[in-house]
């Protein structure tokens, strides 16, 4: 891969040079911006309140505070917050995979009458951005229609919700369609029901998608602010994103950067230990945020 | 582009081939359209209750008067003329447009040189992509009150840094004149990996060929750029920025976590306004109101974008 530089100014003394410098500043600048706030961060989580005030520009502190990270995480109870978020992750993630995988497979594979429709409504909603929709889907939560029960300030408030992503049934819609029909057809000769084939075929075969939809849908749910601010109204129950603004008021400086740096550790493994694939499901997703 | 519209057709006639030879076979049994309804039933439900629904009740409680107790009453247009009534509307209508022009004013230039700069990177190439896509996972809320941090206009890093060269101090977030440019600034930071590596995508994606015909045609390094690359890049620009505007506009998480609105309202947005009626006052009907403007305002936005920029890509 070359690009707009070619293999023959390439060769050019004048145009390595120049090259070389451009990349490496460029690769300076992104360390600064993109890790610099990072160790900045747990710079500051370790420094006392004092030092932050006197030293601001001290690359670390005289004495590190690591108990800094243990008063956030009892004290603040960020250990409790930090346990809510896992929870909502693991839920929404949950009802997400099971909504697309289903909805996929019934649209691609068993093609009910009524399936292009659905597609099409499912689609729809993709043009509807859900702050738009955020107030009437507040008091729906609150009083569900048919069942009049109220979800507000639980869990299923944001699990269920989440569910209703159109662009999680596109994605698994599209990958199944190219799955090779012959396989369904060889299945049911060999007397596979219905759900066996969803299980036993689609899904084993579909596990890129389901990967993507996974890695979407965790680092989606564990950056959510606005709807869990507005569905869970109890303190106790609120995940660490939400907890982090009520905490912003009130907790010393220093153990409040302890809990962000605590917040953002997690999203940051999982990028880690992800990149691969994170960074390839930005070609499946493309221009859908 | 020509490789693929050569491949595309055939692709997808093989499929539809495929698809409809599928469901002929499949279709034999009846029971298969019952299993199709039985297995699409928790989309519709979910769908039904947490998307469909809400859309429709938006639009019709922003004509009624809505309380907490599921008492509705019809009021008209009575919502709407209180909206055009609050003076704090035109206030948000500008500073989210504010917002939006100088997001796209730092933010769309931004990633595409960046991404360029990139797209001549031979070693080393996951490093740099790891470190543009770092600040995207980090969640919103800890950037921006890392970010307010950063502003401290007491002993924050910028202003340490910048009086280190001799600048400032500026005021960053406690000056309604440069509130909404603090804003921008970390909107532009947390957002733009993302974008970078959509367009080092499909930078990388541009058949060599035509470089190396334009370099043989006397272009140099800024005409190939500029008479190759960009021209290749059009469809995706055109999108990214779009997708850009739509949602600068609905910004929320920083006004309502830097600033909460302030100084003298300058960073209040629409968005925050909304959650203003509804979730601080209880005025659902209002909040859905402006909701369903907002709503109107981005359809008529893309529309408009569509058209513009499909006429432009023809020329």
């Known amino acids: 891969m070359s690009g707009f530089v ?34 900045w961060a747990a710079k500051g989580a370790v420094s006392s309140p004092t030092e932050l005030v006197t030293n601001p520009l001290a690359l670390w502190p005289g004495d590190a505070r690591w108990g800094n990270f243990s008063l956030a995480w009892d004290d603040l109870q960020v250990g409790r917050y930090v346990l809510n978020s896992f929870w909502i992750v693991l839920g929404s993630w949950a009802v997400q995979l099971f909504v697309a995988a289903t909805a996929g497979f019934a649209l691609s594979v068993l093609r009910p009458r009524i399936g292009p429709y ?28 048919f069942l009049g029960i109220n979800i507000a ?20 819609k599209g990958f199944f369609d190219a799955l090779p029909g012959e396989l369904f057809d060889a299945a049911k000769v060999d007397g596979a029901g219905t759900w066996r084939l969803l299980w036993s075929i689609v899904l084993p075969m579909s596990r890129p998608i389901l990967a993507v939809i996974s890695l979407l849908a965790v680092m989606h749910s564990w950056k959510d602010f606005i709807w869990p601010l507005v569905a869970i109204a109890d303190p106790q129950k609120q995940p660490i994103a939400v907890a982090l603004t009520v905490l912003a008021g009130q907790a010393p400086q220093d153990q409040l950067i302890a809990a962000m740096v605590l917040a953002l550790v997690p999203p940051v493994i999982v990028f880690l230990a992800f990149q691969r694939q994170i960074v390839a499901g930005l070609g499946f997703t493309g221009v859908k945020g | ?87 704090l509307l035109g206030t948000a209508v500008q500073n989210t447009l504010l917002f939006v022009g100088l997001g796209v004013l730092i933010g769309f230039p931004a ?48 202003n340490e840094l910048l009086g280190k060269v001799g600048l400032g101090p500026y005021p960053w977030l406690e000056s309604p004149d440069t509130a909404m440019l603090s804003l921008v600034l970390e909107s532009t930071w947390a957002g733009m990996g993302g974008t970078v590596l959509i367009y080092l995508a499909a930078m990388v994606g541009i058949p060599q060929e035509l470089y190396e015909a334009a370099e043989i045609d006397g ?38 976590v830097f600033t909460g609105g302030g100084p003298q309202n300058a960073t209040t947005t629409v968005l925050l306004l909304i959650f203003r009626y509804g979730f601080q006052q209880g005025n659902y009907g209002q909040a859905a109101a402006l909701a369903f403007l907002l709503a109107l305002a ?18």
């Open chain 1, 118 to 145: 659905v597609y099409g409504a499912i689609l729809a909603t993709m043009f509807v951005p859900y702050t738009v929709s955020m107030v009437s889907l507040f008091l729906t939560i609150i009083d569900l229609p």
């Open chain 1, 6 to 39: 070619s293999e023959t100014s390439r060769r050019r003394q004048r145009t390595r040079g120049a090259l070389f410098t451009v990349h490496a500043l460029t690769l300076i600048a992104l360390v600064l911006i993109g890790l610099g706030p990072l160790y």
């Open chain 2, 219 to 256: 272009a140099n390094l800024w005409q190939r750029i500029w008479h190759v690359m960009l021209p290749q890049l059009r469809t995706v620009i055109a999108l990214l920025l779009l997708w850009q505007l739509i949602n600068t506009v609905q910004v929320f998480t920083e006004p309502y």
């Open chain 2, 298 to 315: 981005l359809a008529l936005m893309s529309a408009v974008y569509l058209r513009a920029t499909r006429s432009w890509s023809k020329s």
């Open chain 2, 111 to 158: 990633p595409l040189i960046l991404a360029s700069v990139l797209s001549t990177v031979r070693r080393l190439g996951g490093v740099y992509r790891f470190l543009v896509y770092l600040p995207v996972v980090i969640p919103p809320v800890v950037s921006v009150l890392l970010w307010k941090w950063f502003y401290d206009p007491g002993a924050g890093l910028f």
């Open chain 1, 153 to 172: 300030n639980t869990y299923w408030a944001i699990w269920l919700p989440a569910g209703a992503n159109a662009f999680n049934v596109l994605l698994a």
């Open chain 2, 1 to 87: 582009m020509t490789t693929a519209t050569v491949t595309r057709p055939t692709e997808e006639q093989a499929a539809q081939q495929g698809r409809a030879a599928r469901s002929r076979r499949w279709r034999a049994g009846g029971r298969r359209e019952l299993a199709g309804l039985l297995f699409l039933l928790p989309a519709i439900v979910i769908f039904g209750l947490f998307a469909w629904w809400p859309i429709v009740r938006g639009l019709i409680i922003s004509f009624q008067r809505t309380d907490l107790m599921g008492t509705s009453e019809w009021v008209g247009l009575d919502n709407f003329q209180a909206l055009f009534a609050d003076p």
